[in-house]
């Protein structure tokens, strides 16, 4: 069974650019939810996609966005890049049953570095 | 707004005794409970979760404590082990809201 997968694993840019980071979810999971992780902190919830439609929303500007594709697989976009945008991005892939809370599954990260 | 707290930032614990992580929520309607385990350079690693239904759940070395009323958890590892040296997050759900919410993480380190 592969688990979640993400990539790149390490990403520079500047300021005002756009990014595309890419996660393959767990075999047999149909949700995906993306985090943000700051330095000392926790992992903060950017949204989630469930059947290819963004299913909840954290406290993120529009600029972050994200797509699901019909194999599960995701992408989270950023655009107009800022320095507090640097941090760790992380996918966490699970099974969405009904009337029941997932138990997700991260991968390992993607380290973005904004100049 | 943190509705996810763990106090302790660190915790130093000698290799075979016991650990105890822990964890407050403010939030009523959290109802699912789990924590994880972070490598450096590594994303978090599912170790055990817990239902408010229940007061406690086993896997091995690791039970993890619900007390509803004073809403606050504990994660018990018997006997530390080097190699469970890492930082600890707790998080929480509420049912239909899917997102987890984190706290800060406690950074466990088990001396030999």
């Known amino acids: 069974e592969t688990g979640v997968t993400q990539s790149p694993t390490h990403l520079i840019k500047t300021r005002g650019q756009q990014v595309t980071l890419r996660c393959s979810s767990q075999?047999?999971?149909?949700?995906v939810s993306w985090y943000q992780q700051a330095l000392g902190q926790g992992p903060q919830f950017i949204f989630q996609y469930y059947r290819e439609e963004e299913n909840g929303r954290g406290n993120f500007p529009p600029r972050f966005s994200g797509l699901q594709f019909p194999n599960y697989s995701s992408e989270l976009n950023v655009n107009a890049l800022e320095l507090d945008d640097s941090a760790l991005y992380l996918c966490?892939?699970?099974?969405?049953?009904?009337?029941?809370?997932?138990?997700?599954?991260f991968g390992p990260g993607t380290r973005l570095t904004v100049l | 707004d943190q509705q996810v707290k763990q106090n302790s930032p660190s915790l130093s614990v000698q290799e075979g005794r016991i650990s105890i992580l822990n964890c407050d929520y403010t939030?009523?309607?959290?109802?699912?409970f789990l924590w994880y385990k972070k490598y450096p350079a590594e994303g978090p690693t599912f170790l055990i979760s817990?239902?408010?239904?229940?007061d406690k759940n086993e896997d091995g070395r690791f039970t993890v404590f619900l007390n509803k009323s004073a809403k606050h958890l504990s994660l018990h590892i018997v006997p530390s082990q080097p190699g469970d040296s890492a930082v600890y997050f707790c998080a929480a759900s509420a049912l239909g809201a899917q997102k987890l919410v984190f706290g800060q993480g406690t950074r466990l380190t088990i001396n030999p």
């Open positions: 075999s047999g999971h149909n949700t």
């Open positions: 939030n009523s309607m959290f109802d699912y």
């Open positions: 817990i239902s408010s239904i229940k």
């Open positions: 966490a892939s699970s099974i969405r049953l009904s009337g029941t809370t997932d138990t997700q599954y």
